[in-house]
């Protein structure tokens, strides 16, 4: 019913910059909460970056001052502007959307980025 694409991961240097970019579409009514999650090798999946279809962003201390989540409700896209990527940054980033659709509410998880930060 409702899929979720993701780019921009790869490779950067410490103290560089990416840009996440995570779209849905299909049968959408409206969306609630997004976010972005990451999990290293090894790790449990932790939460990095949420925000809701107003506006208000929370973000995990590890993350805070550095990542900035936005979204385009028109587009039904959500970003995490990531600087100053520091090595312990390197994990799979997965978006997340909680979805209103025509049977209900449901979330639905992007398929994955790979973001390496290494010299």
């Known amino acids: 019913q409702v899929q979720l694409v993701e780019s921009g991961g790869g490779l950067v240097q410490p103290g560089g910059s990416l840009r996440l970019s995570c779209t849905a579409s299909?049968?959408?009514?409206?969306?609630?909460?997004m976010g972005w999650y990451r999990q290293a090798p090894g790790k449990e999946r932790e939460l990095v970056a949420t925000?809701?279809?107003?506006?208000?962003?929370n973000y995990a201390d590890s993350v805070k001052g550095r990542f900035t989540i936005s979204r385009d409700n028109a587009k039904n896209t959500v970003y995490l502007q990531m600087n100053s990527l520091k090595p312990e940054d390197t994990a799979v980033y997965y978006c997340?959307?909680?979805?209103?659709?025509?049977?209900?509410?449901?979330?639905?998880w992007g398929q994955g980025t790979q973001v390496t930060v290494s010299s």
């Open positions: 997340k959307a909680d979805v209103m659709g025509p049977y209900g509410k449901f979330y639905y």
């Open positions: 299909g049968s959408i009514f409206s969306i609630n909460t």
């Open positions: 925000i809701t279809s107003g506006g208000s962003t």
